[in-house]
């Protein structure tokens, strides 16, 4: 269920008396839970026809999903006692499913976006006859990391980030491209927080003049994208020298904050008013990578190795009208080349004149992009 509350009415009464609008803030946010996110936080069988991968990323119905296969047949008791010997899931349009697709086979395929990383399997023990169902932790395909070059997957050491990779952390990185999020992990959203943490969040902002103390960005006609940061990361620690306000974007890139899920649209503002406000300095790739949306990480990683010029982040595309048609995640002006998050806005940019890589094209076809800059 999805609530939309018109308060034009209001504010209009409100201006009437004479009195002043309130900025207020909800505290949480309503997150709608349909029976689709349901069913896709238990694992839903599906077709391999009906995930897609548009932006790379496997998604159903507009949720980004994980995929597997459950039934293990002989090799179920294996995958019970150790998941790293079971199926592997795959998490984007990786050059395995890539085969299977170009040899037509077409296996039953579990989808999910439960982030447990416990994985219910199937199978059969042929001396019994007997089937086996139970859970195992299953491992992530090692083609889908170097697919989307997760943190760097093509160009770092390997071991470190297959081993240090977390599911939460993974659908967190790619939250932009989705319209909605993981409902098993809203419901386990709510931090541990002390009661008083509302007035004491509150002080804090108000004593930093809404002002995220790492990009410099002022909200304070934004205050709900202005989030209070644990230093220590104790969310019971309220002393005054363990708190620090943050806007959304430089908190979700602190490290252990998965579970965040910061919506497109709010990176973007937060990208529009630091262009505003003249705080968009880029010098090196280092702020490219704080300025970025994490989802294009693995993009500027290869920029980066190619040694192209520093990209213009959150960039505004105005067409004749001077209407804003599309904001570019990064982009090369001059050269006008650029890479977009979602499609509405690549569309938009080619039709003036632009050439705009998707995350998936700008991996894929990396020294084209790159060739186009020079
Ligand atoms: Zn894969
Ligand atoms: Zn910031
Ligand atoms: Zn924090």
Avoid at 178 to 191: D, E, L, R, T
Avoid at 264 to 281: D, P, S
Avoid at 311 to 335: C, M
Wanted: net charge neutral.
């Amino acid at each position: 269920m999805k609530l939309t509350v018109d308060l034009s009415l209001l504010h209009q009464a409100v201006k009437t008396m004479g009195a002043d609008i309130i900025d207020f803030e909800l505290s949480s946010e309503l997150i709608p839970i349909e029976p689709i996110d349901k069913q896709l936080s238990e694992g839903l069988e599906v077709n391999f026809e009906d995930i897609e991968f548009d932006t790379g990323l496997a998604s159903y119905q507009g949720r980004q999903v994980l995929l597997y296969i459950k039934d293990h047949g002989s090799r179920v008791l294996t995958a019970l006692e150790d998941g790293s010997r079971g199926n592997k899931f795959h998490i984007a349009d990786c050059v395995t499913l890539d085969d299977m697709r170009k040899r037509g086979r077409f296996e039953r395929y579990v989808v999910t976006n439960n982030l447990t990383e416990s994985f219910p399997v199937s199978g059969i023990v042929w001396e019994t006859n007997q089937i086996v169902e139970g859970e195992t932790q299953l491992k992530v395909c090692k083609n889908c990391l170097n697919h989307l070059n997760y943190k760097g997957y093509k160009t770092k050491p390997k071991g470190p980030i297959f081993h240090a990779f977390s599911l939460a952390d993974f659908f967190d990185t790619y939250s932009s491209f989705f319209k909605f999020m993981p409902s098993g992990v809203a419901n386990s959203q709510i931090p541990h927080y002390t009661k008083d943490w509302d007035e004491v969040s509150k002080g804090i902002r108000q004593k930093f003049n809404y002002q995220c103390q790492q990009c410099g960005v002022d909200l304070s006609r934004n205050k709900r994208l202005l989030h209070v940061h644990h230093i220590n990361g104790v969310k019971s620690d309220n002393r005054d020298s363990n708190l620090t306000p943050l806007c959304c974007d430089c908190h979700r890139k602190q490290p252990n904050h998965q579970h965040m899920f910061i919506k497109h649209e709010e990176t973007k503002l937060i990208a529009r008013l630091r262009n505003e406000q003249g705080l968009n300095v880029k010098e090196s790739w280092k702020d490219i990578y704080d300025l970025a949306d994490p989802g294009v990480h693995g993009v500027i990683d290869l920029l980066e190795k190619y040694h192209v010029s520093l990209p213009e982040v959150g960039q505004q595309i105005q067409n004749e009208k001077r209407e804003v048609v599309a904001e570019l995640e990064l982009s090369w002006p001059l050269k006008k080349v650029g890479v977009a998050i979602n499609k509405p806005e690549a569309v938009a940019a080619t039709k003036l004149g632009w050439k705009v890589y998707s995350m998936r094209h700008a991996l894929s076809r990396i020294e084209q992009l790159t060739n186009n800059l020079r």
